[in-house]
């Protein structure tokens, strides 16, 4: 009954912390029922019996009771406070990182994730941690609040500018975790989503090693099509020729770009390369130059793939 | 019947547009409210359209995100805080006092106007490209995007001093013009509830004309207060607009436990349960409601020992309002019940406000509000106190004194059947939300992931039967106005002073001052069968 | 006070009493709470200021220190005393209007207006000051080689508060002008004067503010 | 009638109170000038001495000292009610915990090294 409520109402709990929350959520939950069954019963109760169709046995009731009135206010009472402390306890341990966690730079911009690893790698809504460790995130925004949340550890942390505030976790078991932003940042908050990998220390410090490559395999096109979601190029651009915060892609390969300045350039390579890596040097006519510059995030590899995939959205 | 009424004694629009008289002028904000809350449901239509399917379903992510703005905004400050103290509080406050009128007749048009500019500004906006800001005004968001922002706050702005001259002719009201014989615990509880809103009316309320004021400062001039990249901090922001919007939630509650306090008794024909507890805990409420704003920043980076301070608050005012809760059931025990409208109403807002309330207390507990916060379980739980309790309690009011405004009765067998649609379809709709929440489902979102969407389905079905009932009832209501007068003086047998005098009430309220001599609820113990006033 | 007890005299003698009281007591009364409860809604409005100012202060000490030296203290001491008086002499106008002393009633708001009048102009002086020197809130901050950065912020709070304080000060003249044309309408008695009994709280709230607003720009040391 | 003072306060009181007032505004004038080692110290003074002020505007000029009590706590709720907003604002601000990445220093490293109140409430 227990599991099966949790498996209803919670995602699958991905840290020995997202259990503790489970089971105030659940005791609140014992709580909620129970009084709501409570009220309802006697409302129903007394709704029947004393119909005024009804000719039921009425008499005198007293219109106060001083011990039942200072019951339904203790108790009450009681129980918050426990429910208070237990809510308390948890977010205390939650707060205050161990000292030999892992540090992990987060930054929030709209409308993706960045990450920077103590090696100094970035990557972009993809965050890699090694199971079964500490790991602290400091976090900052580059515009406005976001909020890092990821459901499946019950952990939940705004993300301001100009000021840094931190979160901690320690994933139980290796696997991928979803990662959402939870604070409203505008038109791309909902696609500002990105992934938390969970591996093997093993396998995570030749990631690290690796620089985070590990996708040679794929060919460039079909690379570019998984970047075009990962870095969140999908938050702007659509596939379908319809506008979005930034111009389709479709058809954008080969004809002429009318920009702000009025001038009218050709979308070639060089064009797309540019517009990827400096999108304020050439911005088109009609849009905000809101475009994040890519330039030292993608590898050379990944520029390709994604101008390839460009190209091929006719 | 009095065939003489404040409603045909003077004639014409400009009678009504330069009335004094407070059931006027309660009139003239019922319809207001009433249009905004059709025009908020409108756009909580669209958004649940929306969120049909994960994606595009039928507007941009723009469009949707001035959808929800706008659905909120509408709601809170064109809706739901005048509501029942505006419409329904000023038209029967002076009445159950025995009073003439309330005590600035003149402050009381002048707040109606200020509502309508301050409407008529909000929708402005709409023309003006909306506004995508959400109804919390976030800096530095708020700040940075563009759109009709300045419109809006400006609006908002006014409509917080609207609320405010409510506030200040509702307590001058109660302390100076209470009828002979009708000591302070000879006040009806509905008067109590008010009087303890108004409080928070007048105290909460300035401080969210400055926070917009700092906002509009902020956009116009850069003062730089809430902008971090001038040394300010968006957090303040937060606290600023919550320490009027956490009291606001209470502007809005308090009324309603107010009308069902009066509803029941007077539908089981008992004495209410603790009248002393009840009046009280309005009080309390108010008093506490002003040392609980923080729970609304628990992940915002407010620093963790003002956290836990909040929450510890926060669960403090769960207190007064369980014990309501049971002495209006404990009132129905041994009780006459008649199953009416207003009665039906009630004891649905019983129920839902319950949830509602107990939902608030996951909220309020820290660890799990890291993880609820800014998820549809914070969108299920507002919405369960908000509409399954302030708006079914509006509605339970509506037709407790539906005959009293207009004179006239409406069809029983219709309200059952919106009655229900509304409970059914308002389970369906916000249910499924709860769920949404705690799963992870954040609030704001227009696209989301595929695995909630049946949910998401089951929420917006759920909406067309809640809009369904409702239409309905705006369908029966309408129609009863169409009818001749048929409301007898005192419909439901209450024994408040509202019901001494005709169905509608003369100009000036009574034909006579009337003498208190008993409580509002001395219901005789054995109640007469024949109750009063059914109709033939 | 409840609606029991009848009228010493016909109503027809108390053009001022509204039909919803039954006594000249019962609604002097209720206004004065209304007006009391009016100046709470005051008090909280400035109190967001407040609070901002506090914060940021806490934020940028140095900077608000270094930015309020560029106010003159002389002038605003100047302005205290001025405000400090009006409120007398407004006092005064309430306590003759008690007695029914018609002529020192017009003669005392006279006073307070005109105190008022020169505060808006000492005010004048100060605000073409500042912005000569580019002292400016927010973005329109000109003023060059600050020692410490922020000093803007200052501005922002010294414009904002004596900006709506300065406007309460000039609706208090409008309503006190109002007031003097009723009294040389001699509409003012000791029975009935209940709007110059109002219009002095108002008074004196603005007043009193400005007696926090003081200390907190100008005396930061 | 009753809303007037029951005692009435005359000319000569509003004199003595305006007085009063005139010399508290040089006191605190001459006390910015002095330095009691803490700028906080001048700060506590400064505000004591306008709440004094305050007080005789609001017990003279506005006669809360004979008025019915009914307006005084009014008034008393709105500054209460103040009080509650200015100290949670400032609370918060005072024990934010200043977290930084371990390469550059907190926005205000100030408090880095003291123990954080969360660290406090968590040993406890
Ligand atoms: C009518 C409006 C209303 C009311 C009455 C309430 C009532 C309560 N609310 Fe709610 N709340 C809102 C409107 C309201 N709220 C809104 C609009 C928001 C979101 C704003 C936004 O972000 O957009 C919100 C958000 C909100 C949050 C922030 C969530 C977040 O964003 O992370 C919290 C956190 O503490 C909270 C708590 C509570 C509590 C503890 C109560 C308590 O007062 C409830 C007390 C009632 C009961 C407890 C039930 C009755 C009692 C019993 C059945 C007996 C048993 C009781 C016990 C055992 C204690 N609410
Ligand atoms: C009073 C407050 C109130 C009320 C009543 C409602 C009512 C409803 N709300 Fe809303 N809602 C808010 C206040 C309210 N809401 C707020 C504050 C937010 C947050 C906004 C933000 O995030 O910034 C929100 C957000 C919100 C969301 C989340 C959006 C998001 O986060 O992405 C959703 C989604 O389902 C929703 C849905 C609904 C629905 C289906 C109703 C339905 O109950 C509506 C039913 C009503 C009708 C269908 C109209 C019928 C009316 C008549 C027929 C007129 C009657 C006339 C006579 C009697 C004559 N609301
Ligand atoms: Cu970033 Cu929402
Ligand atoms: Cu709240």
Request: hydrophobic share 50%; charged share 15%.
């Amino acid at each position: 009954m227990i599991t099966w409520l949790r498996e209803l109402l919670m995602p699958a709990a991905g840290t020995a912390y997202a259990r503790q929350v489970d089971d105030l959520f659940l005791f609140l939950t014992g709580l909620t029922l129970f009084f709501f069954l409570l009220i309802a019963g006697l409302t129903a109760w007394f709704v029947v019996r004393y119909r005024r169709a009804r000719g039921a046995a009425r008499g005198a009731a007293p219109s106060r009771h001083t011990a039942l009135e200072v019951a339904w206010s203790v108790i009450p009472l009681a129980l918050v406070i426990v429910i208070f402390f237990w809510g308390f306890h948890g977010y205390i341990n939650a707060a205050v990182p161990p000292a030999d966690a892992l540090e992990i730079k987060v930054t929030g911009r709209k409308w993706l994730w960045q990450f920077e690893y103590p090696n100094g790698l970035r990557t972009i809504n993809e965050l890699h941690v090694p199971v079964a460790k500490p790991v602290r995130l400091v976090m900052i925004s580059e515009d406005v609040i976001h909020s890092f949340y990821v459901p499946t550890f019950r952990i939940k942390q705004d993300v301001l500018p100009g000021k840094y505030t931190q979160l901690w976790f320690q994933a139980a078991e290796t696997g991928v975790h979803r990662l959402l932003c939870a604070e409203f940042c505008g038109t791309g908050h909902s696609d500002m989503l990105g992934a938390i990998h969970v591996q093997g220390a093993e396998e995570y410090s030749q990631w690290l090693e690796k620089g985070g490559e590990g996708a040679e395999a794929v060919p460039a096109a079909q690379l570019g099509r998984l970047l075009y979601a990962k870095y969140g190029c999908d938050a702007c651009h659509s596939l379908d020729g319809s506008r979005g915060e930034g111009p389709s892609f479709r058809g954008v390969f080969g004809r002429p770009v009318r920009l702000a300045d009025g001038r009218s350039v050709p979308a070639d390579e060089n064009y797309l390369r540019e517009s990827i890596l400096q999108p304020q040097a050439k911005v088109v006519a009609g849009f905000q130059p809101v475009m994040p510059t890519f330039q030292g995030l993608l590898r050379e590899r990944e520029i390709a793939a994604l101008i390839e995939f460009i190209k091929e959205q006719k | 019947m009095t065939d003489w009424n404040y409603l045909n004694e003077r004639r014409g629009l400009w009678s009504w547009l330069t009335t004094l008289d407070h059931k006027r002028i309660g009139v003239m904000y019922l319809w207001s409210t009433l249009l905004a809350f059709f025009l908020g449901g409108v756009f909580a239509m669209l958004i649940r359209l929306e969120l049909l399917t994960p994606g595009k379903t039928v507007m941009s992510a723009e469009t949707y995100n001035k959808m929800f703005t706008l659905h909120g905004a509408v709601m809170i400050f064109l809706f739901i805080i005048p509501s029942i103290p505006a419409a329904l509080g000023n038209f029967v406050l002076p009445l159950l006092l025995g009073a003439k009128d309330v005590a600035f007749p003149r402050l009381n048009l002048a707040s109606y106007y200020l509502y309508l500019a301050g409407a008529l500004m909000a929708l402005a906006s709409l023309a003006a490209g909306g506004i995508d800001t959400g109804w919390t005004f976030y800096t530095p968001y708020s700040t940075s995007t563009g759109g009709a922002v300045n419109l809006v706050t400006l609006a908002v702005f006014v409509l917080g001093f609207s609320s405010i001259f409510t506030g200040i002719n509702f307590i001058a009201t109660v302390h100076k013009l209470r009828a002979p014989g009708m000591s302070w615990f000879r006040m009806p509880l509905f008067v109590w509830g008010m009087y303890a809103t108004a409080v928070i009316q007048i105290l909460a309320t300035p401080v969210l004309g400055i926070t917009v004021l700092l906002l509009l400062m902020e956009r116009l001039l850069g003062i730089g207060i809430f902008d971090p990249k001038l040394g300010g901090d968006p957090v303040l922001f937060q606290h600023f607009f919550w320490f009027y919007s956490h009291p606001a939630v209470y502007i809005m509650i308090l009324p309603g436990m107010a009308i069902i306090s009066e509803v029941i008794p007077v539908f089981s024909r008992r004495p209410i349960f603790g009248y002393r507890a009840i009046a009280f805990s309005s009080v309390a409420i108010a008093g506490v409601s002003f040392l609980v704003w923080g729970h609304h920043m628990f992940v915002s980076g407010q620093s963790v020992l003002a956290s836990a301070i909040f929450s510890f608050l926060t669960f403090l005012v769960a207190i007064p309002s369980a014990v309501k809760v049971f002495n209006w059931v404990a009132t129905m025990y041994r009780g006459s019940i008649s199953l009416q409208a207003p009665m039906l109403y009630a004891i649905c807002f019983l129920l839902l406000f319950a949830i509602g309330g107990l939902t608030g207390l996951f909220l309020g507990a820290l660890a799990t509000d890291v993880h609820l916060h800014d998820t549809y379980f914070v969108v299920a739980h507002f919405h369960y106190v908000m509409m399954g309790g302030t708006v079914i309690a509006f509605l339970a009011g509506l037709h407790y004194w539906w005959p009293k405004m207009f004179g006239r009765m409406y069809s029983e067998r219709w309200s059952r059947v919106a009655a229900g649609l509304v409970f059914v379809g308002f389970n369906a709709t916000f249910l499924a939300q709860f769920v949404l929440g705690s799963r992870g489902m954040p609030r704001r979102y227009y696209n989301y992931l595929p695995e909630f969407q049946p949910l998401h389905i089951l929420s917006t079905v759920g909406s067309w039967t809640l809009a369904l009932g409702l239409l309905i009832m705006a369908g029966y209501l309408l129609a009863s106005l169409r009818r001749p007068p048929d409301a007898p003086p005192n419909p439901w047998g209450g024994l408040t002073l509202e019901w001494r005098t005709g169905s509608p009430p003369p100009v000036h309220n009574f034909e006579r001052t009337p003498r208190v001599e008993g409580g509002p609820y001395d219901f005789p113990l054995v109640p007469e069968e024949a109750a009063a006033g059914r109709r033939p | 006070m409840s609606l029991s007890g009848t009228t010493a005299e016909p109503r027809a003698e108390q053009p001022f009493l509204q039909h919803h009281f039954a006594l000249p007591e019962q609604q002097a009364e209720a206004s004065k709470i209304g007006m009391w409860l009016f100046l709470v809604t005051e008090i909280l409005l400035f109190g967001g200021l407040f609070a901002g100012y506090g914060v940021m202060r806490m934020l940028h000490a140095e900077a608000f220190h270094q930015a309020h030296a560029h106010l003159d203290r002389a002038l605003g001491a100047l302005n205290t005393v001025v405000l400090l008086v009006s409120s007398f002499t407004m006092a005064m106008a309430v306590h003759s209007a008690r007695r029914g002393e018609r002529r020192r009633v017009v003669l005392f708001l006279l006073l307070t207006l005109t105190l008022a009048g020169v505060f808006l102009g000492v005010k004048y002086v100060e605000y073409s000051h500042k912005f000569r020197d580019g002292l400016l809130p927010g973005r329109f901050y000109a003023h060059r080689g600050d020692a410490t950065p922020g000093q803007f912020m200052f501005f922002s709070f010294y414009f904002l508060m004596t900006g709506l304080h300065g406007l309460h000060v000039a609706a208090g003249m409008v309503v006190i002008g109002w007031l003097l044309r009723r009294a040389l309408r001699g509409e003012f008695s000791a029975r009935y004067y209940t709007p110059v009994d109002l219009a002095g709280l108002y008074w004196h709230l603005v007043d009193m503010i400005w007696i926090y607003l003081f200390p907190m720009l100008y005396l930061i040391s | 009638m009753s809303a007037t003072p029951q005692a009435e306060s005359g000319t000569r009181t509003y004199l003595c109170v305006l007085a009063v007032l005139l010399a508290l505004t040089a006191v605190t004038v001459l006390a910015a000038g002095v330095n009691f080692g803490a700028p906080s110290v001048n700060v506590v003074i400064a505000l004591a001495i306008a709440s004094l002020k305050g007080s005789l505007v609001a017990l003279y000029f506005m006669h809360l000292r004979h008025e019915r009590p009914m307006n005084a706590v009014i008034f008393l709720t709105g500054l209460a009610m103040l009080a509650i907003f200015l100290m949670f604002c400032f609370l918060d601000t005072a024990s934010r915990e200043p977290v930084a990445p371990s390469a550059a220093p907190a926005p205000q490293a100030a408090g880095g090294a003291r123990p954080t109140s969360a660290r406090i409430l968590r040993a406890s």
